[in-house]
């Protein structure tokens, strides 16, 4: 979501500041918009829409100076409008901030300057954050040193909630002030250069080298480098590491989109998640990073998987891989609930959170609630310097490489390769037979070939989208380890068609669903060759019965099915849980041409974005 991107050094700053927030886009926004210090004092343009909008004004009027911020902004106090937009200005015109997080007693501080007789602008939470800086720093005698260092650091003392910010000041021109506090905020260290920006990505094709900020670091840049400060009793301290981030991974090559370009990656993405941790001598798993030893992993009696929206469903799979594979309970809390709830949970007990970005605000809430409790966290993750990596006890990367389209695809099918290995390893210590053991890795290392025959299929599938693509509403069901790809067939769907769509276990259809079906409304059915299969074509059967158009992903050579559906998409024979996987490869290539038909934005659906930030 938001996105900052700010920069301090000998280049002009708006070609440095625009593309670092191009990087961004992925993460979803509203409006943008950027201020710049030159000679002239403080100059700000922003602009509801996309970034070429912001573009486009900055082409006629470029602001001009090697000092500036700049923001990606997804609405929430306050409408998505130029306005609203940030940077935003204090009173005097000469202070600018860009923001990321909720002030949550906006409220209040509002009040108290208006109180005071200040005037806003807007209906934003960061307007007050502006206005209250710019009020310190007013207050402070004019020949203080550390003039905009102190005012910033004076407001956050009366802030509640969560802030990742950078302030310039046209009165202190040569520096800019950073802070976090729950909202990312890295540090980039370049040769006579210094980046503040929300996520390594914006700054990648300048340097390597970065630091993320903790929670209380307030960071001040000038022409001669940084200082750091911190607004706990902690001890201050930077460390600086070198990233492995390619900024050209992120680019589109030959695809028309990225989220095609991802979906037809994943033959790759999953072989980087299963490589060098298959243990073909012992017929399991091995996964260093969870810090844990084989005791600890023995001891586990239960598990709780959590995280939100697509990384849930994966969850919802891992689900019942684990136990069918590992024998161990498993239960799967929504990121956003389980923070708040008190679930019962014991030492035995082990967490894990999924979440491709490692910044989603609630699926974070969850693992600090989960370790306040003094329960281990383990993090399956794809950004490795996210906060999800730093604040879990340990945990598996995907390796999937970046996710720039908003609707997540091979990050899902890693994360279940992930569970595979996960319950591999958990099953081999407890019953699993070595036979059986290899046969899992035989069909974890199968998968890369099959998802590339799947892949085959795209045209076809766009046929099936085409004939579909005046359906007002889709149902999806599936079974078992099926029903975790139904929920998440149905959520691609929605996301980035905006076609209503609903997951629904399949047997659930006469306890109120098949009250939707008629002649308009398709259902996809996810039925290969398994235990559940002959129940499956019975509920089937009961749509078409009702004149439901059915598509069914069946498993390759199952000719019979051809009876009952009025399109099929093959998958290749597989055991279940490598089944779940192949399945859902034909549903995001569904709900991609659908989007496509539909003249849609694809890798940036509206009102959506990456990684929600915002509880
Ligand atoms: C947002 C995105 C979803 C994503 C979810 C969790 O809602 O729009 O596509 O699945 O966040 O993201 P995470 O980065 O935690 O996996």
Excluded at 42 to 53: H, M, P, S
Excluded at 142 to 156: G, H, I, W
Excluded at 485 to 514: C, R, S, V
Excluded at 531 to 546: H, T
Aim: with cysteine.
């Amino acid at each position: 979501m938001c996105g900052i991107v700010a920069y301090l050094g000998d280049k002009e700053a708006q070609p440095v500041l625009l593309e670092g927030l191009r990087r961004l886009e992925y993460r979803g926004y509203d409006s943008s918009g950027i201020a710049v210090l030159n000679g002239k004092g403080l100059e700000v343009t922003k602009k509801v829409g996309r970034i070429q909008q912001l573009e486009r004004v900055l082409a006629v009027r470029p602001l001009h100076g090697s000092l500036g911020i700049s923001h990606t902004r997804w609405a929430t106090h306050g409408k998505a409008t130029d306005v609203n937009a940030h940077p935003h200005t204090d009173a005097s015109g000469k202070l600018a901030i860009v923001h990321n997080g909720i002030i949550e007693n906006y409220g209040i501080l509002k009040k108290k300057l208006i109180d005071k007789g200040f005037q806003f602008r807007t209906e934003t939470d960061t307007e007050v954050l502006a206005f209250l800086i710019g009020f310190h720093f007013d207050t402070l005698d004019t020949d203080t040193e550390n003039r905009l260092e102190m005012a910033v650091m004076e407001a956050l003392r009366e802030v509640t909630g969560t802030y990742g910010l950078v302030a310039i000041h046209q009165d202190q021109p040569g520096l800019m002030v950073g802070a976090r506090r729950g909202s990312p905020l890295v540090l980039g260290i370049g040769k006579h250069e210094h980046f503040l920006a929300s996520d390594v990505s914006a700054m990648a094709a300048h340097t390597q080298t970065v630091a993320h900020l903790r929670d209380f670091d307030v960071v001040t840049i000038d022409r001669n480098g940084y200082r750091l400060k911190s607004l706990s009793q902690n001890k201050v301290g930077l460390e600086i590491s070198k990233i492995d981030y390619q900024s050209g991974e992120a680019e589109m090559g030959d695809f028309p989109h990225f989220m095609l370009k991802e979906i037809f990656e994943q033959p790759i993405s999953i072989q980087n998640a299963f490589r060098g941790r298959l243990n073909l001598d012992e017929s399991t798993a091995q996964l260093g990073g969870l810090n844990l030893t084989p005791q600890d992993l023995r001891e586990i009696d239960r598990i709780v998987i959590t995280g939100c929206g697509t990384a849930l469903h994966a969850g919802l799979v891992g689900e019942y891989i684990i136990e069918s594979m590992a024998h161990v309970p498993v239960e799967i809390e929504w990121a956003s609930e389980f923070r708040l709830r008190n679930s019962p949970m014991d030492r035995r007990t082990l967490v894990l959170a999924v979440s491709q970005s490692g910044e989603t605000e609630d699926t974070l809430g969850a693992l600090r609630e989960a370790r306040r409790k003094g329960h281990r966290v383990l993090g399956i993750c794809n950004n490795v310097a996210s906060t999800l990596a730093r604040e879990t006890d340990g945990g598996v990367y995907m390796y999937a490489g970046p996710e720039v389209s908003v609707a997540a695809t091979k990050s899902f099918t890693s994360q279940v390769v992930i569970f595979a290995l996960l319950a591999l390893l958990l099953g081999r210590m407890r019953f699993l037979s070595a036979s059986q053991g290899r046969g899992i890795i035989e069909a974890i290392e199968a998968l890369p070939d099959q998802i590339t025959q799947v892949l085959r299929q795209s045209a076809h599938i766009r046929k099936i989208a085409e004939k579909y693509r005046n359906a007002n509403s889709m149902l999806f069901f599936g079974r078992q380890m099926q029903f975790g790809i139904a929920l998440e067939g149905a959520l691609k769907m929605k996301e980035i068609t905006y076609i209503h769509a609903g997951g629904h276990p399949t047997a659930e259809l006469k306890h109120g669903i098949i009250a939707l079906v008629d002649e308009k409304t398709p259902s996809v059915f996810l039925c290969p060759k398994d235990g559940a299969y002959d129940k499956n074509i019975n509920n089937l059967q009961q749509v078409k019965a009702r004149k439901g158009p059915v598509i069914a992903v069946a498993t390759e050579g199952n000719e019979e099915i051809r009876n009952h559906a009025d399109d099929i998409i093959y998958i290749p024979d597989a055991p279940d849980f490598a089944a779940a996987i192949l399945s859902v490869v034909p549903l995001q290539l569904f709900a991609y041409h659908m989007a496509v038909i539909l003249g849609r934005d694809v890798d940036k659906p509206r009102n959506l974005a990456k990684s929600v930030t915002v509880p």
